[in-house]
């Protein structure tokens, strides 16, 4: 949307097109299946649904709310449109979103690598897990990254909502399609079940865990696990760092919010099931477990090549195909990343976009920088960005929506269809916050116990 006039969503189709463009990307293709594989298999999906309904859903709600009634990006939004001084939570959606884009790029310079070198014959001379480890990180790596800052760059500059919009409408359903076919063959694969069993089949032991509290020994829902689903929750659903605000802060005063929000996440949460779906009988039927598990980070690039390569002539073609789709899901979400950055820069400083939008994408690349060289580093700054960013984002835009904005069931419910409005104040005041700021502190003490085990004599890697 161009931030001259500001303008509204020509349809409600373009702001739900938008908005799924922001929320399908790497976050459901790449990193759910990471996350799966890193926390537990099935505790952590079903985790993650709970969450999506107590949690992502409300909180979807709260930046639609404030979205809509303020028409102002998030800065503006959190600057005046209260009593209170809430333009630091402002700050910390730009420092999210840098962060974020920062290695988020990486990784979908990877695809675009992936996607390109299946032209080629290097997946039928090298494994999957080979090329991986060479192309992950280094030289290339940083190479393909500011290729595509550059590209995500160039389109917020030129601001070209509508081919948003319409490459959107095609990219979906053509994923879908794609992923569907591929759960389809991974299904008649041989070793298969096991690959269900581990995705599908929640283990009670791993959801309860238990915690020693002095002499005490307290059985609980296991917390890390659940901040792990939290972070994913927020990350998949572009929640907790103004994206969603953004894109609402362009629509008209009759849209039904709750219908919106169950349509976006819908579909977010129909991709991402459906991809786990199609890698993790195959990480079983190709025995790919240990791969896997030496790098998490790298499962579905790890994965996938390798069913590609045994489907023969086409098999390269697919590879392509899914790669080049998957790079255009991660694009339409760098741009929202880099949209909240660069309208907010316009904001603070008064500069054009042309100068907003390039010294944050050259800014952006520089930070990604390291995650470029070093994959380890990337998953640090992935769980820093989630699992505290994100859900300090989700928790503050809670507290402020529940107890200082004036009004907002009001706002909610202006062209609401079912009266959900009470049942959603409710969980944003009395649910969200508490939960959330459970698992900031747990996600706090466990990244900072898994520093002390790297620095601590002994740590194996
Ligand atoms: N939701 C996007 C994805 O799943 C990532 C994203 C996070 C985009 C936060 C905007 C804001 O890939």
């Known amino acids: 949307m161009s931030d001259v006039s500001r303008g509204q969503w020509n349809t409600r189709l373009g702001f739900i097109l938008a908005a799924v463009g922001s929320a399908v990307g ?85 695809t675009l690598q992936y996607m390109m070198d299946s032209l080629g014959t290097v997946f039928q001379d090298h494994s999957s897990e080979q090329y991986f480890q060479a192309i992950s990180a280094g030289n290339r790596a940083i190479f393909f990254h500011l290729i595509f800052m550059g590209l995500t760059t160039g389109i917020v500059v030129a601001g070209v909502e509508n081919g948003i919009e319409r490459a959107v409408k095609v990219l979906i359903p053509l994923l879908v399609v794609l992923l569907a076919g591929l759960a389809v063959w991974a299904y008649r694969q041989d070793g298969a079940v096991e690959g269900y069993t581990y995705y599908l089949a929640p283990d009670v032991n791993k959801l309860i865990k238990s915690y020693s509290l002095g002499p005490l020994s307290v059985p609980f829902l296991n917390l890390e696990i659940l901040s792990d689903a939290a972070g994913q929750t927020f990350f998949t659903l572009s929640l907790g760092m103004g994206a969603m605000l953004t894109y609402s802060s362009y629509l008209s005063k009759q849209e039904d919010l709750f219908e919106e929000t169950l349509i976006i996440s819908a579909f977010d949460t129909g991709v991402a099931l459906l991809a786990g779906l199609a890698i993790f009988p195959i990480i079983h039927a190709f025995n790919l477990v240990e791969k896997v598990g030496e790098s998490t980070v790298g499962t579905l690039f790890i994965t996938l090549p390798e069913a590609f390569r045994t489907m023969g002539g086409w098999g390269m073609f697919l590879n392509f195909a899914f790669f080049a789709m998957l790079l255009l899901a991660a694009l339409t979400s760098g741009i929202s990343l880099l949209e909240v950055v660069t309208s907010s820069v316009i904001d603070e400083y008064g500069i054009s976009r042309n100068v907003a939008a390039t010294t944050s994408g050259l800014a952006i690349f520089l930070l990604g920088v390291p995650a470029a060289l070093n994959t380890a580093w990337l998953s640090l700054a992935d769980k820093i960005a989630s699992n505290l960013l994100l859900l300090l984002g989700g928790f503050m835009l809670s507290v402020y929506v529940g107890w200082y904005m004036s009004a907002p069931a009001e706002e909610l419910r202006r062209g609401l269809g079912w009266n959900i409005s009470s049942l959603w104040l409710g969980l944003i005041r009395y649910v969200v916050p508490p939960v959330l700021f459970l698992l900031l502190m747990t996600g706090f003490w466990g990244l900072s116990q898994d520093l002390l085990a790297q620095a601590l004599p002994g740590a194996g890697g």
Request: aromatic share 18%.
């Open 26 to 110: 790497l976050g459901n293709i790449w990193r759910f299946p990471y996350m799966t594989a890193e926390s537990g298999g099935a505790s952590f999906v079903f985790l993650y649904v709970v969450l999506l309904f107590i949690i992502g859903i409300p909180v979807m709600l709260a930046e639609f709310v404030i979205g809509r009634s303020s028409q102002l990006s998030p800065v503006q939004a959190l600057a005046q449109s209260s009593q209170r001084n809430w333009a630091p939570l402002g700050f910390l959606f730009v420092l999210t979103g840098f962060t974020i884009l920062s290695y988020y790029s990486v990784i979908a310079g990877w």
